[in-house]
């Protein structure tokens, strides 16, 4: 079956650096998303990684590799605000998106 | 920018009961989705389109049916409300998977079923 792996809860500090991951078993891989989620909102769109090696987009950065099934999501300089839920994706061989339950972030003072 | 919008925001219904839900984007995506979101579980697929006039099954599509009549538009119908359909529908778009592809939601819609 297909799976998606991620921690359910993290806690990290303010100013500090958190890294968030991800493994995965799908059939076929056509490329892996990390999505943001306020509580009581929608998700939106983080980063997008196809290739192996790493994606940098400001505090965020997202790595991956398609041989261990495995990807991170790293956030530097914690701010308050970054207190929501991390959701990641894969997108199998028929181009459908398989989703992990979230990872939630609490950020402390 | 409206992007995707979703109506209604909230709803309540008695077991039986159908509804509509409405979700339009204007952004001219070929790809929109329904979406389920429930309490420690990923979100689930539930019917998708590819274009104006189709419809396919997702990972979850009983109760529910879709349909696609203009390409802004993607309709989700419950005929007939189980108390296991409480949850929180999310529409998406995108566009060419083959490229990024990611998806825009819309701000959700919260369904009871009493």
């Known amino acids: 079956g297909q799976n998606i792996d991620q921690p359910t809860e993290m806690t990290a500090t303010e100013g500090a650096i958190v890294q968030i991951n991800c493994t995965y078993q799908t059939s076929g891989f056509n490329g892996l998303f990390w999505y943001q989620q306020h509580a009581g909102e929608a998700p939106t769109f983080l980063s997008y990684?196809?290739l192996d090696g790493l994606e940098e987009k400001g505090r965020f950065s997202s790595f991956l590799s398609r041989s261990k099934g495995y990807s991170y999501l790293l956030l530097k300089e914690l701010q308050m605000k970054d207190s929501a839920s991390y959701l990641c994706?894969?997108?199998?061989?028929?181009?459908?998106?398989?989703w992990g339950a979230g990872t939630k972030l609490i950020i402390k003072p | 920018n409206a992007g995707v919008t979703q109506t209604p925001k909230f709803r309540v219904l008695k077991t039986g009961q159908s509804m509509t839900l409405l979700c339009a984007q204007d952004?001219?995506?070929?790809?929109m989705y329904w979406y389920r979101q429930d309490p420690g579980m990923g979100l689930r697929l539930i019917h998708y389109?590819?274009?104006?006039?189709?419809?396919a099954k997702g990972e979850v599509p009983d109760g529910y049916n879709v349909s696609r009549l203009k390409k802004q538009n993607f309709l989700l119908g419950l005929e007939s409300a189980a108390p296991s359909q409480t949850s929180v529908y999310f529409c998406?778009?995108?566009?060419?998977?083959?490229?990024?592809?990611?998806?825009?939601f819309g701000e959700g819609s919260r369904l009871t079923v009493l």
């Open positions: 389109s590819v274009g104006e006039g189709t419809t």
């Open positions: 994706a894969v997108r199998d061989s028929n181009y459908q998106l398989i």
């Open positions: 990684n196809v």
């Open positions: 998406a778009s995108s566009g060419d998977p083959g490229r990024v592809g990611e998806l825009f």
């Open positions: 952004m001219n995506h070929e790809y």
